[in-house]
């Protein structure tokens, strides 16, 4: 079935580094790859998102990588910030009749970012 | 703020009664999708409605329902409760269907079954 999976589960960083997730999936039809990030009492907030059209998306310290062959991508977050620090979840969009609707989650990465 | 209201923001139930849970989406936005996030299972997908149709089913039991009314709002009801229903559900919107734009996620309802 169509699977997520995400890694590593927890990070930790000192403020100025950089942070790297790593997303793997399973349904090569997949062709959308948003990005979320959860402070805790919050929701989901989209924070960048790619599509299988393109390798790479910059938005200012946050990028998303995108390697449809071997069918991962990543999130990587440059010159990390206390702010940053949140759970952060990768999604595949499902393919298929009413799957294309339909975001899978990984499990989730908690970022700490160290002052 | 991402512009998706979800009502209310928490709600303390006992075993076998029914509640509703709202949702507002963004202005204009005509999808509304339904997640249930839990400790062991993660981000859930639960249904899809785009402009007041069912468009997509995800793991949601048949104890739980949801519509969308004419002016977009939705409900998702949740009937004979257990405690392993007892979770974060998340209202998400997007303008048209995930195929060309993105979903924004509410604040969420947080749901306790005692």
């Known amino acids: 079935g169509e699977n997520v999976e995400q890694h590593p589960s927890t990070l930790s960083v000192q403020e100025g580094d950089s942070a790297v997730i790593k997303c793997t999936y399973s349904d090569s039809a997949s062709n959308y790859f948003p990005w979320y990030k959860q402070e805790l009492g919050k929701g989901p907030q989209l924070i960048i998102d790619i599509r299988s059209n393109v390798g790479e998306k910059k938005d200012q310290r946050i990028a998303v990588t995108l390697n449809k062959t071997a069918k991962h991508f990543s999130l990587h977050i440059t010159e990390t910030q206390p702010e940053d620090s949140a759970v952060y979840f990768c999604a595949a969009r499902g393919s298929g009749e009413g799957g294309y609707n339909k975001l899978i989650f990984g499990a989730g990465t908690r970022l700490a970012v160290h002052p | 703020d991402s512009g998706v209201t979800q009502t209310p923001k928490h709600l303390i139930t006992a075993t076998g009664q029914r509640v509703t849970l709202r949702c507002s989406p963004r202005?204009?936005?005509?999808?509304v999708y339904w997640y249930q996030q839990s400790l062991d299972q993660g981000l859930q997908f639960l249904i899809h409605y785009y402009n007041g149709e069912e468009r997509a089913k995800g793991n949601i039991l048949e104890r739980f329902s949801a519509q969308q009314f004419p002016d977009l709002h939705s409900e998702l009801n949740l009937s004979s409760l257990e405690l392993g229903d007892s979770a974060l559900y998340f209202c998400?919107?997007?303008?048209?269907?995930?195929?060309?734009?993105?979903?924004?996620f509410g604040q969420g309802t947080r749901l306790t079954v005692v």
């Open positions: 202005s204009g936005d005509l999808s």
């Open positions: 998400a919107s997007s303008v048209l269907d995930l195929f060309n734009t993105e979903a924004f």
